[in-house]
């Protein structure tokens, strides 16, 4: 109930500006304590219900691309929505190179080790920066686990949370009583 407003008003916000739901259909919004949690995610904000995953498969097809981002020892990627209209009405042009991160399944043990590539070339079209945007509603991206180049959901590149100044476990405590942590 503390995230649902702004998640609405996200989608609201996104529809407008893209001029198709990137919302409607979630990889995940929630799961359960009995869920079997991917390797390398312990501390998975899709617990606490305070997280969503945006569905990737568009991205297959060029609706959705991601940029990857080095900060220190951290990964983290940005997502962008390719608007219905490409007549500039919508989104502004990409000036960074969009991250392959479907490079690894094409039989490059480079590709593969370095989790992707470089796209040979800039993005063409207009972009709307749905990591900025969810951002503006409080929603942050989460970094890439330590093993995302071999694994591919630890880039976490679909995933946003809404920490509002919590840990963790103080997002778990929300829900659950403290007796989940023995």
Do not use: C
């Not at 407003?5 to 739901?21: M, Q, Y």
């Not at 972009?127 to 976490?156: C, H, K, S």
């Not at 920490?163 to 963790?168: K, V």
């Amino acid at each position: 109930d503390l995230t649902n407003e702004s998640f609405s008003a996200l989608r609201e916000k996104l529809k407008a500006e893209t001029g198709w739901d990137i919302l409607a259909n979630l990889e995940s919004a929630f799961q359960p304590l009995s869920s079997v949690n991917d390797p390398g995610m312990e501390d998975n904000w899709l617990y606490t219900g305070r997280g969503f995953k945006i569905n990737y498969i568009p991205m297959n097809v060029g609706w959705l691309m991601i940029t990857k981002e080095e900060y220190g020892t951290q990964t983290y990627f940005r997502l962008y929505a390719r608007p219905l209209y490409q007549d500039g009405s919508m989104g502004k042009p990409v000036l960074h190179r969009a991250w392959n991160i479907n490079a690894r399944f094409d039989n490059d043990p480079g590709a593969y080790e370095r989790g992707g590539e470089l796209a040979p070339a800039y993005p063409t079209g207009y972009w709307v920066d749905v990591t900025d945007m969810a951002l503006r509603y409080d929603w942050e991206r989460i970094p890439a686990t330590p093993n995302w180049t071999t694994y591919f959901q630890g880039a976490q590149f679909n995933l946003f949370v809404m920490r509002q100044g919590l840990t963790w476990r103080n997002a778990m405590l929300e829900l659950y009583p403290p007796d989940i942590f023995i």
